[in-house]
C-alpha cells in the first residue's frame, strides 16, 4: 500500500491548512489509520487516529483544534488544522496498519504499529 499526503504549507498562526493522504490501494480489511508529526530536533509524535468504523483519538495538544476524518470510497485519509500554532510547525506524515484497529489511544504513540507510511507533508506555522 503506497500513501501519497498533500496539502502542506505554510500559514500565519490562527490559520487552517487541511492534508490529505491517499491509498494506492482500496484496504478491505479492519484498519488503522493515523497522523504523526515530527519537528526539527524532535521525537516523531501520534497526533491523532481513526479506524475502520469511524473511532477517533486526539493528542492533547490538538483537542478542539484539529478534525480527522476519512472518504473510504476515495481511500483518502484527511487532517483538518484549524487555530494554527507556531509550535504545530513540523513535517506531518499519514500511517495505516492493517488487519487491526487502534485500540482507542493504544496505537497513537506507537509507530511501530504502522505498517506503511507516507513520505511527509511540511506545515509551517509563523507568529
Known amino acids: 500500500v503506497q500513501m501519497v499526503e498533500s496539502g502542506g504549507g505554510s500559514v500565519q498562526a490562527g490559520g487552517s491548512l487541511r492534508l490529505s493522504c491517499t491509498t494506492s490501494?482500496?484496504?478491505?480489511?479492519?484498519?488503522?489509520m493515523a497522523w504523526f508529526r515530527q519537528a526539527p530536533g524532535k521525537e516523531r509524535e501520534g497526533v491523532t487516529t481513526i479506524d475502520d468504523v469511524g473511532r477517533n483519538t486526539y493528542a492533547d495538544s490538538v483537542k478542539g483544534r484539529f478534525t480527522i476524518s476519512k472518504d473510504d470510497a476515495k481511500g483518502t485519509l484527511y487532517l483538518q488544522m484549524n487555530s494554527l500554532k507556531p509550535e504545530d510547525t513540523a513535517m506531518y506524515y499519514c500511517a495505516v496498519a492493517i488487519r487491526r484497529r487502534c485500540g482507542g489511544d493504544y496505537a497513537r504513540d506507537k509507530a511501530g504499529y504502522f505498517d506503511y507510511w507516507g513520505q511527509g507533508a511540511q506545515v509551517t506555522v509563523s507568529s
Open positions: 490501494e482500496y484496504i478491505k480489511s479492519k484498519y488503522c
